[in-house]
């Protein structure tokens, strides 16, 4: 039993060993959309669940698939952290330059899921969000696209977005954006109001 005990203390002691610290994210460079290095990843974390993706989960990312294989996320707003949403008046790009006034919006649940490009070159993605029109709960999804890893520090600064895809369909997509060989970003997945929270799926494929 004393051998066995020693043995114990000893496996305890090693696994008490394997921790480590993240970099922050990288920045966004002008020629290009996202850019930068790509921030240091625990190597027994390699993804993050769209169920359990919290706020300051600083180095954690899911790998942007390969052209070939699509990647397909399961998620859920519902009792996630919240946001204000950004105004945007027709036609607006981002980064925004304020948040929407009204009460109604500034409490929308939002999930932000990590990815990061591990390959040599720039990939081009496309994302899409889909909710009710797919038999899940949420009522019109929307994605933000941010440099780097959580947390956000200027939510108003995103990137990309992507609202409805045509008058008749709300769910939300995002086109043939470049993320740059090393790059993480961040992805709120969210929607419109503070009352709209649901189960959706995330499609991300790449070029």
Known sequence: MKKLGFAMLMLGAVLAGCGGDDDDGPAVDGSTVVDGAISMIDGAITTVDAATTTDGAVGACTPLPTAALPLTIEGDTTGAPVWTIPSMPANAMCPF???????????????????????????????????????????????????????VANEL????FGDDISPTDDDAQ???????????????????????????????STQ
């Open 97 to 151: 330059t304020m948040f929407r006034m009204l009460a109604t919006y500034k409490n929308v649940p939002r999930v932000a899921h990590v990815f990061c490009n591990t390959g040599a070159a720039a990939k081009s993605v496309t994302m899409v969000m889909e909710g009710m029109s797919i038999g899940r709960s949420l009522t019109d999804p929307m994605l933000f696209v941010y440099p780097g890893a959580p947390p």
């Open 157 to 160: 600064s995103c990137v990309t």
């Open 174 to 204: 995002i086109t043939n954006f470049s993320v740059a060989a090393g790059a993480t970003i961040t992805v709120y997945a969210t929607s419109l109001q503070n009352d709209f929270a649901g189960t959706y799926r995330l499609t991300v």
